[in-house]
Protein backbone atom coordinates (compact mmCIF):
# COMPACT_ATOMS: atom_id res chain seq x y z
CA UNK A 1 0.00 0.00 0.00
CA UNK A 2 1.31 3.72 -0.60
CA UNK A 3 1.07 6.77 1.25
CA UNK A 4 1.75 9.53 -0.71
CA UNK A 5 1.89 12.78 -0.19
CA UNK A 6 -0.44 15.42 -1.41
CA UNK A 7 -0.47 19.32 -2.56
CA UNK A 8 -2.99 21.75 -1.10
CA UNK A 9 -4.70 24.18 -3.60
CA UNK A 10 -7.59 26.03 -3.04
CA UNK A 11 -10.22 26.90 -5.59
CA UNK A 12 -14.12 28.94 -5.99
CA UNK A 13 -17.38 27.24 -7.48
CA UNK A 14 -20.78 28.28 -7.21
CA UNK A 15 -23.43 27.91 -4.21
CA UNK A 16 -26.72 26.95 -4.39
CA UNK A 17 -29.52 28.99 -2.47
CA UNK A 18 -30.67 27.91 0.54
CA UNK A 19 -33.86 26.87 0.39
CA UNK A 20 -33.12 24.25 -2.83
CA UNK A 21 -29.77 23.33 -0.55
CA UNK A 22 -32.19 22.54 2.25
CA UNK A 23 -34.91 20.37 0.15
CA UNK A 24 -32.32 18.82 -1.94
CA UNK A 25 -30.51 17.72 0.79
CA UNK A 26 -32.34 16.20 3.33
CA UNK A 27 -30.93 12.92 4.75
CA UNK A 28 -27.78 13.53 2.65
CA UNK A 29 -24.48 14.82 4.52
CA UNK A 30 -22.41 15.54 1.67
CA UNK A 31 -23.81 15.66 -1.67
CA UNK A 32 -20.71 15.40 -4.41
CA UNK A 33 -21.19 16.12 -8.16
CA UNK A 34 -19.47 16.03 -11.33
CA UNK A 35 -16.22 16.07 -9.17
CA UNK A 36 -12.98 15.86 -11.17
CA UNK A 37 -9.20 15.44 -10.78
CA UNK A 38 -6.33 15.26 -13.24
CA UNK A 39 -2.59 15.27 -12.01
CA UNK A 40 -0.77 15.89 -15.27
CA UNK A 41 -2.25 13.43 -17.98
CA UNK A 42 -3.85 11.33 -15.10
CA UNK A 43 -7.37 11.41 -14.43
CA UNK A 44 -7.36 10.89 -11.01
CA UNK A 45 -10.86 10.81 -10.25
CA UNK A 46 -13.48 11.63 -13.15
CA UNK A 47 -17.21 12.95 -12.71
CA UNK A 48 -18.07 11.23 -9.42
CA UNK A 49 -21.21 11.92 -8.36
CA UNK A 50 -22.08 10.87 -4.91
CA UNK A 51 -24.29 11.37 -1.55
CA UNK A 52 -23.02 10.41 1.42
CA UNK A 53 -26.64 9.48 3.92
CA UNK A 54 -26.78 10.93 7.41
CA UNK A 55 -26.21 8.79 10.36
CA UNK A 56 -25.03 5.76 8.63
CA UNK A 57 -21.32 4.50 7.38
CA UNK A 58 -20.39 4.68 3.57
CA UNK A 59 -17.26 2.23 3.11
CA UNK A 60 -15.72 3.66 -0.42
CA UNK A 61 -13.52 0.99 -1.47
CA UNK A 62 -11.51 -0.50 -4.89
CA UNK A 63 -8.17 -1.28 -6.30
CA UNK A 64 -5.23 0.92 -4.97
CA UNK A 65 -5.07 4.04 -7.04
CA UNK A 66 -8.84 4.06 -7.49
CA UNK A 67 -8.73 7.77 -6.82
CA UNK A 68 -10.49 6.87 -2.76
CA UNK A 69 -7.58 9.18 -0.99
CA UNK A 70 -7.94 11.63 -4.05
CA UNK A 71 -12.05 12.20 -3.50
CA UNK A 72 -11.07 12.79 0.40
CA UNK A 73 -8.58 15.23 -0.36
CA UNK A 74 -11.02 16.96 -2.43
CA UNK A 75 -13.86 16.99 -0.22
CA UNK A 76 -10.93 18.30 2.14
CA UNK A 77 -10.06 21.09 0.47
CA UNK A 78 -6.31 19.18 0.49
CA UNK A 79 -6.43 19.46 -3.33
CA UNK A 80 -8.17 21.42 -5.57
CA UNK A 81 -10.86 19.83 -8.13
CA UNK A 82 -10.66 20.75 -11.94
CA UNK A 83 -14.11 20.38 -11.63
CA UNK A 84 -17.72 19.37 -9.82
CA UNK A 85 -19.61 20.83 -6.39
CA UNK A 86 -19.31 19.81 -3.20
CA UNK A 87 -22.51 19.97 -0.82
CA UNK A 88 -22.19 19.70 3.13
CA UNK A 89 -25.44 20.15 5.08
CA UNK A 90 -26.35 22.52 2.41
CA UNK A 91 -23.35 24.44 2.23
CA UNK A 92 -20.44 24.24 -0.79
CA UNK A 93 -17.04 23.29 0.37
CA UNK A 94 -15.14 23.66 -2.99
CA UNK A 95 -12.82 26.58 -2.78
CA UNK A 96 -12.34 26.69 1.50
CA UNK A 97 -9.27 25.73 2.96
CA UNK A 98 -8.94 22.90 4.77
CA UNK A 99 -9.41 24.89 8.42
CA UNK A 100 -12.59 26.40 7.37
CA UNK A 101 -14.06 23.30 6.37
CA UNK A 102 -12.91 21.46 9.55
CA UNK A 103 -14.70 24.50 11.10
CA UNK A 104 -17.69 23.52 9.33
CA UNK A 105 -17.73 20.27 10.73
CA UNK A 106 -15.92 17.64 8.42
CA UNK A 107 -13.01 16.11 9.52
CA UNK A 108 -10.89 13.07 8.90
CA UNK A 109 -7.76 11.10 9.49
CA UNK A 110 -4.81 10.79 7.18
CA UNK A 111 -3.07 7.17 6.40
CA UNK A 112 -0.13 8.67 8.65
CA UNK A 113 -1.98 9.58 10.83
CA UNK A 114 -0.31 13.01 11.70
CA UNK A 115 -0.77 13.24 15.48
CA UNK A 116 1.32 15.22 18.19
CA UNK A 117 4.01 12.57 18.57
CA UNK A 118 5.84 14.69 21.63
CA UNK A 119 2.64 15.67 23.63
CA UNK A 120 0.77 13.07 25.62
CA UNK A 121 -2.18 11.02 24.64
CA UNK A 122 -4.62 13.40 26.97
CA UNK A 123 -3.35 16.65 25.62
CA UNK A 124 -3.17 15.72 21.86
CA UNK A 125 -7.24 15.56 22.04
CA UNK A 126 -7.50 18.57 24.40
CA UNK A 127 -5.00 19.86 20.77
CA UNK A 128 -8.20 18.95 19.08
CA UNK A 129 -11.32 20.38 20.68
CA UNK A 130 -12.72 23.21 19.04
CA UNK A 131 -11.40 26.68 20.38
CA UNK A 132 -15.04 28.50 19.67
CA UNK A 133 -16.63 25.46 21.98
CA UNK A 134 -14.26 26.85 24.70
CA UNK A 135 -15.76 30.22 24.42
CA UNK A 136 -19.46 29.26 25.54
CA UNK A 137 -18.12 27.54 28.56
CA UNK A 138 -17.66 29.08 32.06
CA UNK A 139 -13.83 30.89 32.43
CA UNK A 140 -11.11 29.11 34.24
CA UNK A 141 -10.53 26.39 36.07
CA UNK A 142 -14.26 25.36 35.10
CA UNK A 143 -13.80 25.36 32.23
CA UNK A 144 -10.64 23.42 32.27
CA UNK A 145 -12.57 21.11 34.13
CA UNK A 146 -14.86 20.60 31.82
CA UNK A 147 -12.95 19.72 28.96
CA UNK A 148 -10.89 17.23 30.75
CA UNK A 149 -14.03 15.92 31.84
CA UNK A 150 -14.72 15.75 27.70
CA UNK A 151 -11.70 14.23 27.07
CA UNK A 152 -11.10 11.52 30.07
CA UNK A 153 -15.02 10.35 28.28
CA UNK A 154 -13.58 10.31 24.91
CA UNK A 155 -10.19 8.27 25.83
CA UNK A 156 -12.57 5.73 27.83
CA UNK A 157 -14.68 5.58 24.82
CA UNK A 158 -11.82 5.26 22.35
CA UNK A 159 -9.84 2.64 24.81
CA UNK A 160 -6.92 4.88 25.67
CA UNK A 161 -7.54 5.99 29.99
CA UNK A 162 -4.59 4.61 30.98
CA UNK A 163 -2.75 5.92 28.14
CA UNK A 164 -3.84 9.32 28.79
CA UNK A 165 -0.05 10.39 30.32
CA UNK A 166 1.98 9.10 27.86
CA UNK A 167 3.40 10.72 24.67
CA UNK A 168 1.35 10.02 21.56
CA UNK A 169 4.99 8.60 20.01
CA UNK A 170 5.06 5.57 22.86
CA UNK A 171 1.62 4.20 21.92
CA UNK A 172 1.15 1.00 19.72
CA UNK A 173 0.39 1.44 16.39
CA UNK A 174 -3.12 0.92 17.38
CA UNK A 175 -3.26 2.83 20.12
CA UNK A 176 -2.60 5.26 17.27
CA UNK A 177 -5.19 4.54 15.65
CA UNK A 178 -7.79 4.69 18.20
CA UNK A 179 -6.12 8.43 19.38
CA UNK A 180 -7.05 9.77 15.89
CA UNK A 181 -10.05 9.18 16.07
CA UNK A 182 -10.60 9.93 19.85
CA UNK A 183 -9.16 13.44 17.89
CA UNK A 184 -11.75 14.06 15.68
CA UNK A 185 -14.55 13.06 18.75
CA UNK A 186 -13.04 16.17 20.37
CA UNK A 187 -14.08 18.00 17.82
CA UNK A 188 -17.49 17.26 17.29
CA UNK A 189 -17.26 16.96 13.57
CA UNK A 190 -20.54 15.66 12.31
CA UNK A 191 -18.63 14.04 8.91
CA UNK A 192 -16.12 11.64 9.79
CA UNK A 193 -13.64 10.72 6.73
CA UNK A 194 -11.64 7.70 7.89
CA UNK A 195 -8.78 6.73 5.57
CA UNK A 196 -7.80 3.33 6.02
CA UNK A 197 -8.16 3.48 10.07
CA UNK A 198 -8.78 -0.09 10.18
CA UNK A 199 -5.19 -1.25 8.64
CA UNK A 200 -2.96 -2.68 10.89
CA UNK A 201 -5.80 -3.18 14.15
CA UNK A 202 -5.43 -6.55 16.05
CA UNK A 203 -9.18 -8.62 15.74
CA UNK A 204 -9.84 -7.60 19.32
CA UNK A 205 -9.10 -3.67 18.19
CA UNK A 206 -11.26 -4.19 15.19
CA UNK A 207 -14.67 -4.84 17.72
CA UNK A 208 -13.91 -1.91 19.37
CA UNK A 209 -13.16 -0.17 16.51
CA UNK A 210 -16.52 -1.28 15.16
CA UNK A 211 -18.43 -0.43 18.51
CA UNK A 212 -16.95 3.08 18.80
CA UNK A 213 -18.23 3.50 14.97
CA UNK A 214 -21.98 2.34 15.82
CA UNK A 215 -22.07 4.47 18.52
CA UNK A 216 -21.09 7.53 16.61
CA UNK A 217 -23.39 6.65 13.78
CA UNK A 218 -26.18 6.24 16.37
CA UNK A 219 -25.81 10.07 17.77
CA UNK A 220 -26.17 10.73 14.29
CA UNK A 221 -23.05 11.51 12.93
CA UNK A 222 -22.18 10.67 9.07
CA UNK A 223 -18.94 8.45 8.49
CA UNK A 224 -17.42 7.32 5.39
CA UNK A 225 -14.24 5.45 6.01
CA UNK A 226 -12.07 3.81 3.03
CA UNK A 227 -11.33 0.31 3.70
CA UNK A 228 -9.28 -2.72 2.14
CA UNK A 229 -10.47 -5.69 4.56
CA UNK A 230 -13.70 -7.05 3.19
CA UNK A 231 -14.38 -8.37 6.45
CA UNK A 232 -14.17 -5.11 7.87
CA UNK A 233 -16.20 -3.66 4.98
CA UNK A 234 -18.92 -6.37 5.24
CA UNK A 235 -19.08 -6.01 9.05
CA UNK A 236 -19.51 -2.32 8.88
CA UNK A 237 -20.93 -0.54 5.89
CA UNK A 238 -24.42 0.38 5.88
CA UNK A 239 -23.57 1.42 2.02
CA UNK A 240 -20.49 1.15 -0.36
CA UNK A 241 -19.47 2.80 -3.16
CA UNK A 242 -16.83 1.39 -5.18
CA UNK A 243 -13.97 3.25 -7.22
CA UNK A 244 -12.48 2.05 -10.20
CA UNK A 245 -9.75 3.85 -11.88
CA UNK A 246 -11.20 7.12 -10.65
CA UNK A 247 -15.32 6.54 -11.73
CA UNK A 248 -17.81 5.64 -8.81
CA UNK A 249 -18.45 2.06 -10.65
CA UNK A 250 -20.94 1.12 -8.31
CA UNK A 251 -22.90 2.06 -5.34
CA UNK A 252 -25.63 0.50 -3.01
CA UNK A 253 -26.43 -1.64 -0.04
CA UNK A 254 -23.21 -4.10 0.84
CA UNK A 255 -24.51 -7.57 -0.69
CA UNK A 256 -25.23 -5.87 -4.09
CA UNK A 257 -21.37 -4.53 -4.46
CA UNK A 258 -20.03 -7.33 -2.26
CA UNK A 259 -21.88 -10.58 -4.42
CA UNK A 260 -20.96 -9.06 -7.67
CA UNK A 261 -18.44 -10.92 -9.15
CA UNK A 262 -17.40 -8.30 -11.30
CA UNK A 263 -16.30 -6.20 -9.05
CA UNK A 264 -14.84 -8.59 -7.31
CA UNK A 265 -13.18 -9.23 -10.54
CA UNK A 266 -12.17 -5.77 -10.27
CA UNK A 267 -10.76 -5.98 -6.51
CA UNK A 268 -8.91 -8.60 -6.64
CA UNK A 269 -7.48 -8.45 -10.28
CA UNK A 270 -9.06 -11.25 -10.96
CA UNK A 271 -7.22 -13.74 -8.32
CA UNK A 272 -9.73 -14.46 -6.24
CA UNK A 273 -13.15 -14.64 -5.42
N1 LIG B 1 -0.60 14.61 -5.54
C1 LIG B 1 -0.58 13.73 -6.54
N2 LIG B 1 0.17 13.96 -7.63
C2 LIG B 1 0.20 13.10 -8.67
N3 LIG B 1 -0.54 11.97 -8.72
C3 LIG B 1 -1.31 11.67 -7.65
C4 LIG B 1 -1.38 12.55 -6.51
N4 LIG B 1 -2.26 12.01 -5.62
C5 LIG B 1 -2.69 10.87 -6.16
N5 LIG B 1 -2.13 10.67 -7.38
C6 LIG B 1 -2.40 9.54 -8.28
O1 LIG B 1 -3.80 9.48 -8.45
C7 LIG B 1 -4.24 8.11 -8.46
C8 LIG B 1 -5.24 7.90 -7.36
O2 LIG B 1 -4.50 7.92 -6.14
P1 LIG B 1 -5.21 7.78 -4.72
O3 LIG B 1 -4.15 7.98 -3.71
O4 LIG B 1 -6.40 8.65 -4.67
O5 LIG B 1 -5.68 6.26 -4.77
P2 LIG B 1 -6.33 5.36 -3.61
O6 LIG B 1 -7.60 4.76 -4.19
O7 LIG B 1 -6.41 6.11 -2.35
O8 LIG B 1 -5.25 4.18 -3.50
P3 LIG B 1 -4.75 3.33 -2.22
O9 LIG B 1 -5.83 2.30 -1.98
O10 LIG B 1 -3.49 2.70 -2.71
O11 LIG B 1 -4.54 4.28 -1.08
C9 LIG B 1 -3.00 7.26 -8.35
O12 LIG B 1 -2.58 6.89 -9.64
C10 LIG B 1 -1.99 8.20 -7.70
O13 LIG B 1 -0.67 7.86 -8.06
MG1 LIG C 1 -5.49 5.93 -0.49
Known amino acids: MRYGSKEAENVVTTAISPAQ ?3 EAAGKALRISNLSKSFGGLQAI ?7 HTGII ?25 TGTVQFEGHSLV ?10 GVMRTFQDLRLFMHMSVEDNVLAAMEPRSWF ?16 AAILKETGLSAKAGSLAGSLSYAERKFLSLARIM ?3 AR ?13 PSYELFQDLLRNQVQRGISVCIIEHNLDIITAISDRIAFLDQGRVIAEGE ?9 LIEIYFGGGQS
Request: net charge neutral.
Open 186 to 188: ATE
Open 58 to 82: TSLVGPNGAGKTTLFNTITGHIKPD
Open 191 to 203: LWLLDEPAAGLDP
Open 254 to 262: PSKILEDPK
Open 46 to 52: QDITLDL
Open 136 to 151: WQPAGRQANNARRERT
Open 95 to 104: GHPPWKIARM
Open 21 to 23: ASS
